[in-house]
Nanobody, 121 residues
C-alpha cells in the first residue's frame, strides 16, 4: 500500500489547515488510520487516530483544536487543524495499520512520506 499525504503549508498562529492522506492499493479495509508528527530535535508523537468503526483518540495537546475523520470508502484520513500554534510546527506523517487486502492477505504499519506544517507569523 502507498500513503500519499497532502495539505501542509505555512500558516499564521490561530489559522487552520486540513491534511489529507489517501491509501492506494487493492485494499478491502483499513483498521486504524492516524497522524503522527515530528518536530526538529524531538521524538515522533501521536497526534490523532481513528479506527474503521469511528473510535478516535487525540494527543492532549491537540484536543479541542484538531479533528480526525475518515472516508472509509476512499481509504482516506483527514486532519482538520484549527487554532494552530507555533508548537504545532512539525512534519506530519500519516499511518495505516491493520490492512485487509482484497485477496484476504493482511498488512501492518505503513507510513506516508510526511508533509510539513509551519505555524509562524
Amino acid at each position: 500500500v502507498q500513503l500519499q499525504a497532502s495539505g501542509g503549508g505555512l500558516v499564521q498562529p490561530g489559522g487552520s489547515l486540513r491534511l489529507s492522506c489517501a491509501a492506494s492499493g487493492s485494499i478491502f479495509t483499513i483498521n486504524n488510520m492516524g497522524w503522527c508528527r515530528q518536530a526538529p530535535g524531538k521524538q515522533r508523537e501521536l497526534v490523532a487516530g481513528r479506527t474503521f468503526g469511528g473510535i478516535t483518540n487525540y494527543a492532549d495537546s491537540v484536543k479541542g483544536r484538531f479533528t480526525i475523520s475518515r472516508d472509509n470508502a476512499k481509504n482516506t484520513v483527514y486532519l482538520q487543524m484549527n487554532n494552530l500554534k507555533p508548537e504545532d510546527t512539525a512534519v506530519y506523517y500519516c499511518n495505516a495499520d491493520g490492512i485487509l487486502y482484497s485477496d484476504y492477505t493482511r498488512g501492518y504499519d505503513y507510513w506516508g512520506q510526511g508533509t510539513q506544517v509551519t505555524v509562524s507569523s
